[in-house]
Nanobody, 129 residues
Framework: QVQLVESGGGSVQAGGSLRLSCAAY????????MGWFRQAPGKEREGLAS????????YYASSVKGRFTISQDNAKNTLYLQMNMLTPEDTAIYYC??????????????????????WGQGTQVTVSS
């Protein structure tokens, strides 16, 4: 129904920046929420940012607020995550996610991974000191 393809991961030095992209295919016109998550070895999947597609309201985890920016280009059906001031603690596999849920469901704004039904394959981000 929806396929998500991520790109933009790689290696960067501490203090640097990366921009991740997530291209959506399929029934993208019906999506209501999208988000970015990451998972480091031995840790739980962490919600980073979410966006309400209708209206563009954004929500961030405290760990990335002020450094990361989620945005969308509806004409290109693409979601972005601009990551600045990266540190080695940001090293993880980063995932794009999407769903068709209620706009008013606050779990999406809380970036809960369990409510997102569609996921990308993940892209590795490695930050070296």
């Amino acid at each position: 129904q929806v396929q998500l393809v991520e790109s933009g991961g790689g290696s960067v030095q501490a203090g640097g920046s990366l921009r991740l992209s997530c291209a959506a295919y399929g029934s993208v016109e019906s999506l209501t929420w999208m988000g970015w998550f990451r998972q480091a070895p031995g840790k739980e999947r962490e919600g980073l940012a979410s966006i309400a597609i209708d209206g563009g309201s954004t929500y961030y985890a405290s760990s990335v607020k002020g450094r990361f920016t989620i945005s969308q280009d509806n004409a290109k059906n693409t979601l972005y995550l601009q990551m600045n001031m990266l540190t080695p603690e940001d090293t993880a596999i980063y995932y794009c996610a999407a769903d068709f849920g209620w706009r008013s469901d606050n779990r999406y704004a809380l970036i809960r991974p369990e409510v997102f039904g569609y996921w990308g394959q993940g892209t590795q981000v490695t930050v070296s000191s």
